[in-house]
């Protein structure tokens, strides 16, 4: 997502970027390694493009809870293999503290008062048992883990950048190595810190 965040709804501008080539996918796939550990196997399932758009935008029509929604979605990628557990990151939207403008998954925005230029990583990540594709607890929904998170600064993955790296276009920023690095170092310093917890029995 490429973000230029105004005042208003009419001031700010939002693009989607084509980032396939950046690779963020086999990046997820190694941090899921590495937090896994070196005594399991991490196999990454491909599935097409438009699989999650169903839970991203769902139709007019009443849609189902996100969380089975999701899990629908989770079934059917996962088709006839038999894994202990399917690990699934997805975009996790946020306020943008200033304002009510919402910004999710990975993408860069500038904030159109001081012209400051931010790379992030929004995510969240799901965990479903292999045999009945139920959710596993989140670690960090826990009320021992809210009453750390109460007295510990929460951290966040926003990165601040060059603000002539802001593209101008789409285009510009799919091509942009500059981006695509900073995406890639933000993407893996927010799984490396989420991951490991979801791994712990």
Known sequence: MVTKIGFTAFDTEILV???????LDE????????????????????YPKNAF?????PPSRPA??????????????AGST???RYVVITASPGAYAPTNKTIAGVGVYQNS??????????LIVTVFEGDSFAIRPNPYATFQSRLERAFVPRRDFDREIDRTLFPAS??????STALRNSA??????SLDDFLPAFFRE
Request: with cysteine.
């Open 170 to 175: 789409a285009t510009e920023a799919a091509n």
């Open 82 to 84: 038999r894994c202990r």
């Open 64 to 77: 189902p809870p996100p969380g089975r929604q999701l899990t629908e979605i989770v079934r059917r990628i």
């Open 53 to 57: 758009e169903p839970f991203y935008d």
């Open 113 to 122: 008062l001081s012209k400051s230029v931010y790379v992030y990583a929004h």
């Open 17 to 23: 970027a084509p980032i396939e080539s950046w690779g």
């Open 27 to 46: 990046l997820i796939t190694a941090r899921v390694r590495v937090a896994a550990g070196a005594g399991m196997t991490v196999l990454r399932l491909t």
């Open 184 to 189: 890639r170092g933000v993407v893996t310093e």
